[in-house]
């Protein structure tokens, strides 16, 4: 062993490149780390965990990119849909009549829309009449008096 064109001593190389490599990447991530702060969130459902977590985000890393946005908007949208569907849902269940008869047609569109999944695409302005027009209806403070008995949204109006 240890002649002069020996391959031990290529492998014993490789392997020392190898370690310096992998204690390289060890200290890299330890810096990294020692400047990460983590944060243990406790609270029931819906009571803004998450909001402090996307405005530590605000604050602390610049904001959101654009696509992060448009995916918050989708979101947005889709409860949005969901809370207007809640409302039709309970009026119908309530039997409750709206006073524009108009909205039984918009309650009809709403409870088959769906929001399209692009988070870029903006929601269907009929949709969005559809919605307004619904929450102005002088029957939602009827609906709303059942509330205990049917599930909306904490981030309903």
């Known amino acids: 062993m240890g002649a ?5 001593d290529s492998g014993e190389e490789d392997q020392k490149k190898r ?7 060890l200290e890299e991530d330890s810096r990294r780390l020692k400047k990460e702060c983590k944060i243990l969130l406790l609270g029931s459902g819906e ?8 405005q530590m985000k605000i604050i602390h890393q610049n ?3 654009v696509d992060e946005l448009a995916l918050y908007r989708l979101t947005v949208y889709k409860n949005l849909i969901d809370c207007a ?10 039997e409750i009549e709206p006073g524009n008869p108009e ?9 088959e829309y769906q929001v399209d999944p ?5 929601l269907d302005p009929r949709a969005g009449a559809a919605v307004v027009s619904i929450w102005k209806d002088a029957s939602i403070a009827a609906v709303m008096d059942h509330q205990s008995e049917f599930y909306l949204m904490d981030s309903a109006p």
Request: aromatic share 8%; glycine share 8%.
């Open 118 to 122: 692009d988070p870029h695409m903006p």
């Open 4 to 8: 002069c064109m020996s391959s031990a």
């Open 103 to 111: 909205n039984n047609q918009y309650g009809d569109y709403l409870l």
């Open 19 to 25: 370690s310096r490599i992998i204690d390289a990447k």
């Open 85 to 94: 569907k809640a409302l039709i849902g309970a009026m119908r269940q309530f």
């Open 63 to 65: 904001g959101y990119t």
């Open 47 to 54: 009571s803004g965990k998450s909001t402090i977590v996307k």
